[in-house]
C-alpha cells in the first residue's frame, strides 16, 4: 500500500492526524472535508485544529506534495470515513453524515478499492454503508458476511483510539482493531494501517469491532461517571476525595480514577 494513495475523508481531530501520519510515511494522501476553512488551511501547510507537533508533520506532508486537501472525494486506493456521528432526538445516533460520504464515494471508486470506517457508529452501520455503496454503485460487486468470492471493493471497519494531546503518538503505538466485512476485507485494511501503525493489528469482524469501540466508550464513561459521583458525595460528607480514592487504590484490583474539575 505504501506506493499507493489515500484518501481521508473527514479532516478534524482524527482524520487530519491520520491523513498526516500517512503523508510522513511517504504515501501520496487526498484528504476529504466539506469545509473550506479548513481545507485551505490544510493546502497552505497549517492545521485548523489544536494538536501538539501535528502542524510540523502537516506542514512538511504539503510542502514535499504528499498531503493535499479537497472538498469532493477523488480517486484513489483505500478510503478512511472519519466523520461525525453525533446525537438527534432522544440520543439516537445519527449516521446520515457517513451515508452523505458514502453518496459522494461511491462514483470514484474503482475495484481492488479498499474503504474503512473509522467513526464511532452503532453496530450494523458497516454494514449499512455496503448497501449504500452497493445501491450507487451496482456495477461493483461488494463484499457480505462469510463470503470472500467475487469482492470488487473491500469494507471494513477500524475504530480510533486515541487521548486529545497525545494523538500523534497513539495513532503510531496504539493497537487497532480491524473488523473487515469478511476476512479478506480485515487483510486489506491491516494493509493500510501497516504503512504507519506499530501497535498490533488485531483482527475481527465488523460488528464486533463496532461494539468493542462502544464497549471502550462505555467502561471510561462509567469509570469518569463514577470518580465524579465520589466527588460529589464526599463534599457533602465533608471527606477529602483525593485521600479517600487513594486510599481505596491500594486494594491490590481497585483503580479509581481522579475526579474531574
Given at each position: 500500500?505504501?506506493?499507493?494513495?489515500?484518501?481521508?475523508i473527514?479532516?478534524?481531530?482524527?482524520?487530519?492526524?491520520?491523513?498526516?501520519?500517512?503523508?510522513?510515511?511517504?504515501?501520496?494522501?487526498?484528504?476529504?472535508?466539506?469545509?473550506?476553512?479548513?481545507?485551505?488551511?490544510?493546502?497552505?501547510?497549517?492545521?485548523?485544529?489544536?494538536?501538539?507537533?501535528?502542524?510540523?508533520?502537516?506542514?512538511?506532508?504539503?510542502?514535499?506534495?504528499?498531503?493535499?486537501?479537497?472538498?469532493?472525494p477523488?480517486?484513489?486506493?483505500?478510503?478512511?470515513?472519519?466523520?461525525?456521528?453525533?446525537?438527534?432526538?432522544?440520543?439516537?445516533p445519527d449516521?446520515?453524515?457517513?451515508?452523505?460520504?458514502?453518496?459522494?464515494?461511491?462514483?470514484?471508486?474503482?475495484?481492488?478499492?479498499?474503504?474503512?470506517?473509522?467513526?464511532?457508529?452503532?453496530?450494523?452501520?458497516?454494514?449499512?454503508?455496503?448497501?449504500?455503496?452497493?445501491?450507487?454503485?451496482?456495477?461493483?460487486?461488494?463484499?457480505?458476511?462469510?463470503?470472500?468470492?467475487?469482492?470488487?471493493?473491500y469494507?471494513?471497519?477500524?475504530?480510533?483510539?486515541?487521548?486529545?494531546?497525545?494523538?500523534?503518538?497513539?495513532?503510531?503505538?496504539?493497537?487497532?482493531?480491524?473488523?473487515?466485512?469478511?476476512?479478506?476485507?480485515?487483510?486489506?485494511?491491516?494493509d493500510?494501517?501497516?504503512?504507519?501503525?506499530?501497535?498490533?493489528?488485531?483482527?475481527?469482524?465488523?460488528?464486533?469491532?463496532?461494539?468493542?469501540?462502544?464497549?471502550?466508550?462505555?467502561?471510561?464513561?462509567?469509570?469518569?461517571?463514577?470518580?465524579?459521583?465520589?466527588?460529589?458525595?464526599?463534599?457533602?460528607?465533608?471527606?477529602?476525595?483525593?485521600?479517600?480514592?487513594?486510599?481505596?487504590?491500594?486494594?491490590?484490583?481497585?483503580?479509581?480514577?481522579?475526579?474531574?474539575?
Open positions: 500500500m505504501k506506493n499507493q494513495t489515500i484518501s481521508v473527514g479532516l478534524g481531530y482524527i482524520g487530519l492526524p491520520a491523513a498526516a501520519m500517512f503523508a510522513a510515511q511517504g504515501t501520496k494522501v487526498i484528504g476529504v472535508d466539506v469545509n473550506r476553512h479548513a481545507v485551505d488551511t490544510i493546502n497552505q501547510g497549517k492545521i485548523h485544529i489544536v494538536e501538539p507537533g501535528l502542524g510540523e508533520i502537516v506542514q512538511k506532508a504539503v510542502a514535499d506534495g504528499l498531503l493535499k486537501a479537497v472538498t469532493k477523488e480517486p484513489a486506493d483505500a478510503f478512511l470515513i472519519a466523520v461525525p456521528t453525533p446525537f438527534k432526538g432522544n440520543h439516537e449516521v446520515s453524515y457517513i451515508k452523505a460520504v458514502s453518496k459522494a464515494l461511491a462514483p470514484v471508486l474503482k475495484k481492488g478499492d479498499t474503504v474503512i470506517l473509522e467513526s464511532t457508529s452503532p453496530v450494523g452501520t458497516t454494514e449499512q454503508m455496503v448497501e449504500w455503496l452497493s445501491d450507487s454503485r451496482p456495477d461493483l460487486k461488494f463484499p457480505h458476511e462469510n463470503t470472500d468470492e467475487d469482492i470488487d471493493v469494507v471494513a471497519y477500524c475504530p480510533e483510539r486515541v487521548l486529545p494531546g497525545q494523538v500523534i503518538r497513539e495513532l503510531v503505538e496504539n493497537d487497532r482493531i480491524i473488523g473487515g466485512i469478511t476476512d479478506e476485507c480485515s487483510n486489506k485494511a491491516i493500510v494501517y501497516k504503512i504507519f501503525v506499530k501497535g498490533d493489528l488485531v483482527k475481527t469482524n465488523a460488528r464486533t469491532a463496532e461494539m468493542s469501540k462502544l464497549t471502550e466508550n462505555a467502561f471510561r464513561d462509567v469509570n469518569i461517571a463514577f470518580a465524579n459521583e465520589l466527588s460529589l458525595i464526599s463534599e457533602r460528607l465533608n471527606i477529602n476525595v483525593w485521600e479517600l480514592i487513594a486510599l481505596a487504590n491500594r486494594h491490590p484490583r481497585v483503580n479509581i480514577l481522579q475526579p474531574g474539575c
